[in-house]
């Protein structure tokens, strides 16, 4: 967002995330926005072979998400995905990483039982779309 | 903090910052640095080897090409912008680092990165994990069919290949199509329920570019224009890479 939008596209983000888990559970994270910090999966790093560094950059970031308590973290593309997750598992499993694209469609009731990978144990049975379908 | 002080070695010529300067946009403005450290204390990366944001320029400017050389840190910064966007005078450290990977042998580079870029550039998908034009297509036909049949409410749900003046045409990250194909199809979903106007093509399809990241100028420029053409062949209007 920082480097190619700026902050109104993560204004816009807001106003999806907010009208996909409703309103009261959004939890910002600070720093936010332009000012927030990167999670260390990008630029290369989660394949550069240094995952003791890459971890170490990521505490910044580990410790963001355990400041908000919240039980998920979204992340909007696969090198922060990839990271956020594997900074999780560090750390007890604290949260879980998701797409955005599976909370909307869990919102939306169309989430069958093979899309929900990355949701915990507290909504992965809810509102399964066709549960007949899982394989 | 690095444990011992640094010694400058007198007249030392530093060919690094002018190549640096030289491809900056007015000559760059390297030498501005106020040495506030805005740039470090937000810097997710500082401290890793005794080593930050600041530190990294003002070795530069003092000519310390060879130590630059030798610290792995330019691997560790994620190039993620956040120094720059506090600068008071812009100095694009970022871009300082991204030429300090550049000065590195491509066989002496971190052979993760290398291999991915490597892949990349054996065929036109651009895949990072190698999936040729038929995988993908053989992928995406396969699950989109699996969904039209076990959910009827989008038996009518498209992916279209290769589908010419489609309004967007959309990047995948090969992770999906090859590891974890279902994962492809929540977003298929969204686009079907908006009405969307989109298509994968089978050449450029893939959104990721290691090249980029090992710093290899002449292949990441290949990787991005490959895809461009993808995109201007069929005829789209826009470029959707969710990279």
């Known amino acids: 967002?920082?480097?190619?939008?700026?902050?109104?596209?993560?204004?816009?983000?807001?106003?999806?995330?907010?009208?996909?888990?409703?309103?009261?559970?959004?939890?910002?994270?600070?720093?936010?926005k332009s000012n927030n910090y990167c999670c260390g999966g990008g630029g290369g790093f989660l394949q550069s072979g240094f995952p003791e560094e890459?971890?170490?950059?990521?505490?910044?970031?580990?410790?963001?998400?355990?400041?908000?308590?919240?039980?998920?973290?979204?992340?909007?593309?696969?090198?922060c995905h990839a990271q956020v997750h594997d900074l999780s598992e560090i750390n007890d499993h604290k949260w879980e990483t998701v797409h955005l694209w599976t909370l909307i469609g869990l919102s939306m009731g169309i989430l069958g039982p093979n899309e929900r990978e990355y949701l915990g144990e507290d909504l992965k049975?809810?509102?399964?779309?066709?549960?007949?379908?899982a394989m | 903090m690095a444990d011992e002080a640094i010694k400058l070695g007198g007249k030392k010529k530093s060919v690094f910052l002018d190549k640096v300067k030289e491809i900056l946009p007015d000559g760059g403005n390297l030498n501005l640095c106020l040495t506030c450290g805005a740039c470090s204390s937000g810097c997710p990366a500082s401290g890793?080897?005794?080593?930050?944001?600041?530190?990294?320029?003002?070795?530069?400017?003092?000519?310390?090409?060879?130590?630059?050389?030798?610290?792995?840190?330019?691997?560790?910064?994620?190039?993620?912008?956040?120094?720059?966007?506090?600068?008071?005078?812009?100095?694009?450290?970022?871009?300082l680092v991204f030429n300090a990977r550049a000065m590195i042998p491509r066989e002496e580079r971190p052979k993760g990165?290398?291999?991915?870029?490597?892949?990349?550039?054996?065929?036109?998908?651009?895949?990072?994990?190698?999936?040729?034009?038929?995988?993908?297509?053989?992928?995406?036909?396969?699950?989109?069919?699996e969904y039209q049949?076990?959910?009827?409410?989008?038996?009518?749900?498209q992916a279209p290949i290769n589908k010419k003046?489609?309004?967007?045409?959309?990047?995948?990250?090969?992770?999906?199509?090859?590891?974890?194909?279902?994962?492809?199809?929540?977003?298929?979903?969204?686009?079907?329920?908006?009405?969307?106007?989109?298509?994968?093509?089978?050449?450029g399809w893939a959104a990721e570019n290691y090249c980029m990241f090992m710093a290899d100028n002449e292949n990441w420029e290949k990787i991005v224009r490959t895809k461009a053409k993808a995109v201007d062949d069929l005829g789209c209007k826009v470029w959707l890479n969710t990279e």
């Open chain 2, 149 to 157: 049949e076990s959910q009827p409410e989008f038996a009518e749900m």
């Open chain 2, 113 to 145: 990165i290398v291999g991915s870029c490597d892949m990349a550039l054996r065929n036109d998908t651009c895949s990072a994990m190698g999936a040729s034009e038929e995988d993908f297509q053989f992928v995406v036909e396969d699950v989109l069919e």
């Open chain 1, 125 to 133: 049975e809810v509102d399964v779309f066709h549960p007949e379908s």
């Open chain 2, 48 to 95: 890793l080897a005794g080593m930050d944001p600041r530190k990294f320029l003002r070795m530069a400017a003092l000519g310390m090409d060879e130590e630059i050389l030798k610290s792995d840190w330019k691997w560790w910064c994620s190039m993620c912008m956040r120094c720059i966007y506090v600068c008071p005078m812009k100095i694009n450290i970022p871009q």
């Open chain 1, 54 to 79: 890459r971890r170490a950059y990521g505490k910044l970031k580990a410790d963001q998400i355990l400041t908000t308590k919240a039980p998920y973290c979204i992340t909007p593309c696969h090198n």
């Open chain 2, 165 to 203: 003046g489609a309004e967007f045409f959309l990047n995948q990250n090969s992770r999906e199509p090859v590891t974890e194909p279902d994962e492809m199809v929540p977003l298929w979903k969204i686009l079907h329920e908006v009405g969307a106007d989109w298509t994968y093509g089978t050449k």
């Open chain 1, 1 to 32: 967002m920082r480097k190619t939008y700026g902050d109104p596209v993560a204004d816009d983000l807001r106003y999806v995330v907010k009208a996909v888990v409703g309103e009261e559970n959004f939890v910002e994270m600070y720093p936010n």
